[in-house]
Every structure is written in structure tokens, then in C-alpha cells.
């Protein structure tokens, strides 16, 4: 499975029996989500009789909290295991002030952030009368009426301060807990949706020249509802609109100099920032250099973003330049394949500049590879069915 580099990453707070557990089943399937229960982590440190599990078992017995050098120790190794996911669901954690600022921390590690703290909110006897209820069939020691009461003390005095974190951070949620379970889960899923609609799905299209990236990007652009965002056409719209930065460039051209990266930062910006409430871009031809892909990401991680999804059409050398040799006879022909040794020039161009981003890009992500050969609506349901993948794990 490809990973979205947007994760989805949810805190569900309560007082103990507010529902979180429950709840949090139906998420994790739902968003493909990583579940997170330090409360579970804690136990099975006892049962399988570790050192932490040790240090943990009289607090949890008497219910008060756990020490956050315990926690920060459990819940660190499972994060940093489980690096792919698609995002994180925190049940139990952050419970108290200190442990907002640990879980900042983790999430800066993972160069994500948390989307949203969700909070359950359900008055102190309901929470009683539910924990002695799940008393009798859970099995565990803790679910007993006096450190039930002691668990709820705690709660009130260590862990509700942990909202006003989340309040004063702006991503403090709060839905109403002694609702149904259905209601609970609709007002849920309505708080992650509108989440996820704020974070940009951003592919980036790479392929040799001749490989359709172009048609292809155009078209999934339009399929997607994303901004179709291709340097080259940039360059020449920038020259037809005679601006001053138009003049440069086809001075540039003239003298058969590459545009600095410089001018194309900057028409990036400008297009990045007049698309106002897009969902997402496609990029084609860009980046298309080293230097070009940390512009990129700087760039996304200015609008808060990052590069959702790469994906790479692949088409046999010998069939690039055969379709490029076609196209050269042809009225779709562009001023830069007019002729075999420009051709030439550009895959070549390619192979040495941006197929060493391609697996850099590789390495650290993943690209996925479609097989570019085909009609063009083959190929075009080949992207269309990768781009949806992660989506619809999400979405
Ligand atoms: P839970 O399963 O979340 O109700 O947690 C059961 C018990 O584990 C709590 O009463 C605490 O003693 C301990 N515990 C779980 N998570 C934490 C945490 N984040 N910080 C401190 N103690 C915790």
C-alpha cells in the first residue's frame, strides 16, 4: 500500500468510559488508521511482565495516572515502529498537560502534526454507572467502584487541563458522548471529514518526454477537480503575456540559456498562491532537477502541505522516440522536438537531471510506476485507479 504523506492523526479524549474504545474501532477501519490505547500498552507490559509494566502496575491498580517517562517510553517505540501509517489514533494519550507537549514532539519527529483533538463529553455518574456496568464482563481490576472514583478524580485534575492545550492550539473538538453510539460515530466522522477536505492531494507526474505525462496530467487534472500546474506552459504563458518576466525568459530562450530556477520559483508561488480553495495539484515537469524537488517541498510546507502521491509513467525508450518522431510531424509538434538531435537532447536531459530525483524520491517515498503503453484511456485508468487508492482510504 502507498502511504498518503498527509496523515490523518486524531486524539479521542474523555473520562474514562466515555465510549473511546468502542468508537475507536469503528475509525480505525473506517480511516486506516494506526491505534494507539496507552492504557493497552500498559497492560501488556504487565501481562508480559516487563520492567515498564513493573513500574506501571501500582498506579493502574489504584487509578491513578502512569508516570510520562513511562509513557513517553511505550508510546515512542510505537510510533517510531510504525513510521507508514496513515496516520495515528491516540486513545488515552495525552493525559495530562506534559504529555500534549510529548505527543508535539512525536508528531514533529514524523514531520506531521495531530489534525485534531476529539473530546467525549459525558457527565461523572454516566461514566460510573458504564465502567461498573463493563465491570462485569472486562476483567479488569481497575473497573471497580473506588478506583473508578479514583480514576475520575485524576481525570479532572490532570488531564481536562490538557484541553485548554488544544483550545488555545485551535483544534479542540467536542461532541457530545451520551448520544447514541450511531450519533457519536456521525458527529465523528463529520469533525474528520472536514479535516481531510482541508489537506491538498498534490501528485506529482513524472515520465520521460513522450510518455503522455502531459495529456495524461491535463486530463486527471480535470477528472480529479486538481490544478494542473506544468512549468513549461508557465514559462509560455509568462512570454505570450509580454510581462517583464516574459521578456527575460525569451531573452533567455535566445541565447539558448535554461530559465533559473529563480523565475520559476516564483511563477510556482504566484500559482500556488492565486488557487485559493483548490483541493490539489498535479505537477508536471516540475520538479525536474535535485535542486527543483527541496523547492517543492519548501514550497508545500509553506501552504502547510506536502507531496501526497509520485507517480511515474513508464514507456520503453525505443517507443518514446518513435512517438516523439511521430509528433514531430505533426501540428501538435513543439519547438523543442523539431528535430533528432533535440530529441535526443531532451531524453538525455532527463536521464541525467530528473530520473536521480526520481529515485530519491524512490527511496524515501515510494513512486509508483504505472505501465504507459496502450491507448490512452488504458493508461489514463491505470493512474486514475493508483491516485484513487490512498484516497479512498481516507476519504
Ligand atoms: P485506559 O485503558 O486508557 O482507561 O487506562 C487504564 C490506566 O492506565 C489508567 O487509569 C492509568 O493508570 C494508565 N494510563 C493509561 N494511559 C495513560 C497515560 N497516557 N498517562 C498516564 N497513565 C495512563
Do not use: W
Not at 68 to 87: A, F, H, L, R
Not at 141 to 156: F, G, H
Not at 312 to 322: C, D, F, G, M, R
Amino acid at each position: 500500500m502507498y502511504k498518503l504523506f498527509v496523515m490523518l492523526n486524531i486524539a479521542l479524549f474523555g473520562p474514562p468510559g466515555a465510549g473511546k474504545g468502542t468508537q475507536s474501532e469503528f475509525l480505525i477501519s473506517k480511516y486506516n488508521l494506526f491505534y494507539i490505547s496507552t492504557g493497552d500498552l500498559l497492560r501488556k507490559e504487565i501481562a508480559g511482565k516487563t520492567r515498564l509494566g513493573m513500574e506501571a502496575q501500582s498506579s493502574i491498580a489504584s487509578g491513578g495516572l502512569v508516570s510520562d517517562e513511562i509513557i513517553v517510553q511505550i508510546i515512542e517505540k510505537t510510533i517510531t515502529d510504525n513510521p507508514d501509517s496513515n496516520g495515528f489514533l491516540f486513545d488515552g494519550f495525552p493525559r495530562t498537560y506534559i504529555q500534549a507537549y510529548i505527543l508535539e514532539g512525536l508528531m514533529l519527529k514524523l514531520n506531521t502534526s495531530l489534525n485534531c483533538l476529539i473530546s467525549l463529553t459525558v457527565p461523572e455518574e454516566e461514566s460510573v454507572t458504564r465502567l461498573l456496568n463493563r465491570g462485569k464482563t472486562s476483567g479488569r481490576s481497575d473497573d471497580n467502584e473506588t478506583v473508578i472514583r479514583n480514576r475520575l478524580k485524576e481525570y479532572n485534575e490532570k488531564t481536562l487541563p490538557v484541553l485548554q492545550f488544544y483550545r488555545d492550539k485551535g483544534i479542540f473538538e467536542e461532541v457530545n458522548g451520551i448520544d447514541s453510539i450511531e450519533n457519536v460515530n456521525l458527529s465523528i466522522t463529520e469533525i474528520i471529514q472536514r479535516e481531510l477536505s482541508k489537506s491538498l492531494f498534490n501528485i506529482v507526474l513524472f515520465g520521460y518526454p513522450g510518455s503522455g505525462r502531459g495529456s495524461q496530467g491535463k486530463a486527471l487534472a480535470k477528472e480529479f477537480g486538481l490544478e494542473y500546474v506544468a512549468t513549461g506552459a508557465m514559462l509560455g504563458e509568462e512570454i505570450a503575456s509580454h510581462s517583464e518576466t516574459g521578456r527575460k525568459i525569451t531573452e533567455l530562450y535566445e541565447n539558448g540559456q535554461l530559465v533559473p530556477d529563480e523565475i520559476v520559483v516564483q511563477l510556482i508561488e504566484k500559482k500556488l498562491a492565486d488557487s485559493k480553495g483548490v483541493k490539489g495539484f498535479i505537477f508536471k515537469g516540475f520538479p525536474r532537477t535535485l535542486v527543483q524537488s527541496y523547492i517543492l517541498d519548501g514550497l508545500l510546507k509553506k501552504y502547510g502541505s506536502s507531496i501526497s502521491k509520485i507517480i511515474e509513467i513508464e514507456v520503453p525508450t525505443l517507443e518514446l522516440i518513435s512517438r516523439l518522431d511521430e509528433r514531430s510531424k505533426t501540428t501538435h509538434c513543439m519547438p523543442y522536438d523539431n528535430s533528432t538531435a533535440k530529441i535526443v537532447k531532451r531524453l538525455q536531459e532527463h536521464e541525467t537531471k530528473t530520473v536521480p530525483v526520481i529515485e530519491k524520491y524512490n527511496q524515501l517515498h515510494g513512486v509508483i510506476k504505472i505501465n504507459g503503453q496502450g491507448t490512452f484511456g488504458e493508461v489514463f485508468m491505470r493512474i486514475s485507479a493508483a491516485m484513487e487508492s490512498g484516497v479512498k482510504n481516507l476519504r
